[in-house]
């Protein structure tokens, strides 16, 4: 079920009734959650929540047997058993056709004559971020980080809960179970500000990201002519963009939807397109996978703890596994294999060409990376390698005669919405939403919630999906 | 909602397929009231009829009545997958059978909402006059840094209901002006179009016919009417011998062609293609009696 549909606004009345009714207990209530989250996630392919089940189920037994096991060797093959089914899961679901594809290739490379037909495996909604999730309990209860769930309910409730079920953010287990141990109602202030937030991540998702940014990106990455530089420049901050507003609006919706059910979930994004650097942008950026990967990837890879090369070696790896994580494709591990490079750059120069940064050339620096951080959006978006070529070869004027394809409006609409978002990050880096709001009169903020519902309303949807479901 | 309604179809129920002709020339609500039976109307706008008639043929036990409406210069387009009229009526037949359950749900959520309040974006048209924002945003030309584009403007001239059914908007009757915008744009439509895939259109839909035939169902082919310079360049691009005569003879099923009908020959269509939501329904009435009279329908009104 998608955010932005009729069925979820009447699914979520329905859950909000029930929530705060009186006829339910604090475990009936947490029950009703949890079938909610299966109706959720069904209402797309029913039988794909056996996958969710399975999931719950091995991991709910080998965080059981991790809690009492005091022989190294058993938790040791708990913890296997649980990464198996979880990453045999995302192997097989995600990665399965692209294993085959490459295998095939391979063959054909060393000279035997070999075809598959391709599986055509349905990826499971949100199954990176679910199996993530779940996996992130076991591991921690194999470290002994956090306690066992009290219930097999709770567990299940961590595992499903609709709000993050799908696209995050990918929540810790001591972070989210715990929550779930007393009874949750949230203030009237509390639900106030979570309709607010799923106001805001609605107006993000279906005004910004699918009515101004889409079609601009889609037409150039869509194009298959040589296109002139303005183009593929424009063509690549409007992903830039899209990519943004699309998963920060679902990550805002979801915070603002458990609010409403008094549940506190993690902010994902702070202002990323303001960072200063690229480990800055890794702090705002997608923050609950980025921690995931540096706590359960980069860390157990020896992270800064072995010298320096193996340092680089370690971050490049997460990078590139990173970069796997978002499609089973080549151009994604370009994408994190950049993102790695320009970390790794990033290190050489605080090692090397040390300066400080002010007020005077902290907006320099965050456009420099905002501009990398576009280079390597063209990889990440372009569904061939020859497309994302020829988009850096027309972005750097390494080839003459490019096409124009986006007319004059197009190119100032896009440059005025990324210009402002850029400045917004820029003014809000150092605050939050809620601290500013608090500053805000609240007739002004009465004021902007209607015109961003009044711009949701004539923006008419078609409930596009949002992007990072694939993923 | 109507193509399921075919998986539960018998024997008398009538499903018409073909494409906007059809769909705007035949009006539920007139066959209901002469037939006493719902039609099942699937023919769609800038589309073929063949992959929805070759969906119910494969995919479904439907041996009722099929009328399929012919406009030459779709139906013996092309088979070509991501060819337009093709890609079209087949992302509705794969949506019947892909679509989830929360698609299902919100289309009929939708219902209440569509039937009370004004729309602002139409459909997969992107009409110019949409109010919606992207479109507004859309229609938006400055300067001259790319060539205009070279279709002219495509304004919505027909309201859709539920159950489906489209009927043209009065402003296309009344309004000159209105109803030529819409014709420049059939003019467009008919210079700019690939040649023709007569062969390869029939051997396709051939296939099915037989199918459908030996199921023991009841096919009928109809050609609506056309006027103006539309038809004049039917007649030129797509002649009637060797296109519709030349499918009927292969067929061998009923066939209707509007020219062969004192009461259809001399109609007007408002803006050269389509009819109006009156000589719709006379056309739909008229239809009924001839095919009644040539015993082409099973059903007769109850009395």
Known sequence: ?471 | MTRAKVESATKDDVVILGSSRAYFDIQVDQWKKLTGKELLQLASTGSSPLPTFHDIVNNTDFDGTIVVGVTPGLFFSTTFPKAFPWERPQAKVDHYFDGTYAQRSNFLLSVPLQQNLVLMSADEEEWADDLDLKSLLRNVHWGKRIPPPAQPPFYNFGDVSIPRNISMMPKTVTDTAFANSIIKVWHFFGKGSPAPDKDGTTSFFMKDVEKFKKKGGNLILIRPPSSGGVRMGEKMGLPRERFWDSLVNLAQVKSYHFEDYDQFKNLTCPEESHLSIENANYYTEELIKILKKDNALTIQKPN
């Open chain 1, 1 to 471: 079920m998608l955010f932005n549909s009729l069925s979820f606004i009447l699914f979520l009345i329905i859950v909000l009734a029930l929530y705060y009714s009186k006829i339910f207990n604090w475990t009936n209530k947490k029950r009703m959650l949890l079938l909610s989250s299966y109706i959720f996630y069904g209402m797309w392919n029913p039988p794909l929540v056996i996958l969710l089940w399975i999931s719950t189920m091995i991991d709910w037994t080998a965080g059981k047997r991790l809690a009492i096991e005091e022989n190294q060797k058993k938790r040791k093959m708990w913890l296997i058993l649980s990464m198996l089914v979880n990453l045999g899961f995302l192997g097989f679901f995600k990665y399965g056709d692209f294993l085959l594809e490459n295998f095939v290739i391979i063959m054909n490379a060393i000279g035997i004559d070999f075809q598959a037909k391709p599986m055509d495996i349905i990826l499971p909604m949100g199954i990176s971020f679910y199996t993530f999730q779940t996996m992130s309990y076991t591991i921690d209860m194999y470290k002994r980080k956090t306690e066992r769930a009290r219930t097999f309910l709770d567990f299940a409730l961590y595992v499903t809960f609709f709000p993050q079920l799908v696209a995050g953010p990918i929540v810790r287990a001591k972070d989210l179970i715990t929550q779930f141990y007393e009874e949750k109602k949230a203030t009237t202030n509390q639900f106030i500000w979570g309709l607010f937030l799923l106001t805001i991540g609605l107006f993000q998702k279906v005004v910004m990201a699918d009515t101004l940014l889409a079609g601009t990106s889609d037409d150039v990455f869509g194009s298959t002519k040589l296109l002139h530089g303005v183009d593929a420049w424009v063509g690549t901050i409007a992903f830039s963009g899209q990519i943004f507003f699309d998963f920060a609006g679902y990550s805002t919706c979801a915070i603002g939807i458990a609010l409403m059910l008094g549940i506190i979930l993690p902010d994902n994004f702070k202002y990323p397109y303001a960072s200063l650097g690229f480990s800055d942008l890794w702090r705002r950026w997608h923050i609950s996978l980025s921690s995931w990967l540096r706590d359960y990837l980069y860390i157990p890879l020896g992270g800064n703890r072995h010298g320096i090369t193996r340092m680089y070696v370690a971050l490049m790896v997460t990078m590139l596994l990173g970069g796997l994580w978002h499609g089973a494709a080549w151009t994604f591990m370009v994408w994190g294999g950049l993102h790695g490079t320009y970390l790794i750059l990033e290190r050489l120069q605080r090692r090397y060409l040390p300066f400080e940064i002010t007020k005077w050339n902290g907006m320099l620096l965050a456009f420099i990376t905002f501009s990398c951080v576009n280079i390597t959006w063209v990889f990440f978006r372009a569904n061939s390698f020859e497309k994302a070529w020829n988009m850096v070869k027309s972005m750097f004027y390494m080839q003459t005669g490019g096409e124009k394809i986006l007319d004059t409006f197009t190119i100032i609409k896009v440059t005025t919405v990324i210009a402002i978002m850029f400045l917004c990050h820029w003014f809000m880096r150092n605050t939050s939403m809620k601290e500013v709001s608090l500053k805000t009169s609240p007739y002004v903020l009465g004021v902007v919630w209607a015109i961003m519902t009044f711009l949701i309303i004539i923006a008419q949807g078609s409930g596009e999906q949002f992007i990072y479901f694939q993923f």
